[in-house]
């Protein structure tokens, strides 16, 4: 057990629907990320939070936002979904935003879309 | 941007057997380098990291990998492969020149270990 807690484990959506994936870092953690991993495109990183604040941005569409909450837990929004979005969606926490550090990974969120 | 290859997307190896799952990333400059591990149905566990230092790295669960500046690789090995080691193995990488990619990690496909008996 990672301390990450991700919730729903699975989700199963008609497309052009909107949902939310909650993630829970580990006690002490600032940083959360957010990556996708698909078939098609592996592991894609997302976006990065850091105590609060956006840090970084990869891959993301403009469909999809995060945001994090004083309380450091984070939530991804996916909207207008489509088939390809698809796919185990996991969550990450580190104890700061830097690159050395390890991050841990939650058991991740699977969305079908149907 | 950074690039991973794992080379081989599937590895067999007996009972016993030396395992060896091969890294290699494209920077100029030597990122910081990661190995995980993906059993079924679970989340990514960090076996390994290199930052700096001796370029030897042990990890969890035996295994171990050498970072190698000349051959831009982080290959991973374990002398003697054990049916609990039956995982997707992915090595990472984060971009020690930070800026707007500060702290995301850069995933190879990864590698399907199966052991056999």
């Known amino acids: 057990d990672s301390g990450v807690t991700q919730t729903p484990k699975h989700l199963i959506t008609a497309t052009g629907q909107r949902v939310t994936l909650r993630c829970s870092p580990r006690?002490?953690?600032?940083?959360v990320y957010w990556y996708q991993q698909s078939l098609d495109q592996g592991l894609q990183f997302l976006i990065q939070?850091?105590?609060?604040?956006?840090?970084a941005k990869g891959n993301i569409l403009e469909r999809f936002s995060a945001q994090q909450f004083p309380d450091l837990h984070s939530e991804l929004n996916l909207s207008s979904l489509e088939l390809g979005d698809s796919a185990l969606y996991f969550c990450?926490?580190?104890?700061?935003?830097?690159?050395?550090?390890?991050?841990?990974f939650g058991p991740g969120t699977r969305l079908t879309v149907t | 941007a950074q690039s991973v290859t794992q080379l081989g997307s599937h590895v067999s190896v007996s009972e016993g057997a030396l395992v060896l799952l091969r890294c290699n990333y494209s920077s100029s400059v030597p990122p910081y380098l990661f190995w995980y591990v993906q059993y079924p149905n679970q989340g990514l566990q960090l076996l390994l990291k290199?930052?700096?230092?001796?370029?030897l790295v042990k990890g969890i669960n035996g295994f171990e990998a050498e970072f190698k500046k000349s051959e831009t690789s982080f290959h991973l090995t374990k002398p003697s492969a054990h049916m609990s080691d039956a995982a997707e193995y992915f090595c990472?990488?984060?971009?020690?020149?930070?800026?707007?990619?500060?702290?995301?990690?850069?995933f190879g496909r990864g590698t399907q270990l199966t052991v056999w008996p």
């Open positions: 939070y850091y105590n609060g604040e956006e840090r």
């Open positions: 006690s002490g953690d600032l940083s």
């Open positions: 990450a926490s580190s104890v700061a935003g830097g690159q050395s550090h390890e991050q841990y």
């Open positions: 990472a990488v984060s971009d020690k020149r930070g800026g707007s990619t500060l702290g995301r990690l850069y």
């Open positions: 290199y930052t700096t230092g001796a370029t």
